[in-house]
């Protein structure tokens, strides 16, 4: 999983509350376990004008011009700006698989849905909670100021504006130092490598029919 200790980038509006996780990845392109190829479909029924299709070329489709991803200035957003509640619904994961596919690294937003909120974390994507009057702010900053970028310090947990102002954000220790190692689930337990590779050695000991089994 990759690292993130800071980021600095563009900022991309999605200014509706209660984004659901199938307007983030629509419930056809869930065909596959891996974490690749979501991101042109990611907000597919918003970006595009007809109904996208699994393995359809996407460069193909009709865009909707009035979608943020889809303007100039938002195309290499890699900061997500959302409103209350972002990430509701169903639980799939591939709903940060395709934000992190797309480009994104850092989601903003007064609230996110609990289980979206965890999955962010296991797929490299920090989700910030900022009070909902900063978050007011920020959409009209950003919509005012073409090319605007936040500066995200993970380390210090700061959200900084191109003024200079910073905000404070809160994050769990553990999922911190998840991030800032670039650890998922499996990288954590390999942290313990050592320790587990002692254990066996002494279960095998002590216990040897369990390694034995089926010789």
């Not at 509006?13 to 690749?36: H, W």
């Not at 910030?128 to 993970?154: M, S």
């Not at 200079?164 to 991030?179: A, P, T, Y």
């Amino acid at each position: 999983m990759r690292a993130l200790k800071q980021h600095q980038g563009i900022v991309a509006p999605m200014d509706r509350s209660n984004v659901d996780t199938d307007m983030i990845i629509p419930k056809q392109f869930l065909k596959s376990i891996k974490r690749t190829g979501f991101g042109p479909n990611l907000f597919d029924e918003l970006r595009y004008l007809d109904e996208g299709k699994p393995d359809q070329d996407c460069s193909q489709r009709p865009i909707n011009p009035d979608f943020m991803l889809n303007q100039d200035r938002y195309k290499n957003a890699s900061v997500l700006l959302a409103r209350r509640n972002f990430g509701c619904g169903s639980s799939r994961e591939h709903a940060p698989w395709a934000l992190e596919d797309y480009g994104f690294h850092v989601i903003i937003a007064p609230s996110f849905a609990d289980i979206f909120y965890n999955n962010c974390f296991k797929n490299g994507l920090l989700p910030i909670v900022l009070e909902e009057k900063i978050v007011d702010r920020l959409f009209h900053e950003t919509e005012a100021e073409e090319g605007y970028q936040l500066a995200i310090d993970l380390e210090a947990k700061t959200v900084t504006t191109p003024s200079g102002e910073s905000f404070n954000f809160e994050v769990d220790d553990f999922r911190r130092h998840c991030l800032l190692n670039g650890l998922d689930d499996i990288g954590v337990t390999l942290e313990d490598a050592e320790v587990i590779t002692a254990y066996e050695a002494s279960r095998r000991k002590t216990a040897p029919w369990l390694f034995d089994a089926g010789r």
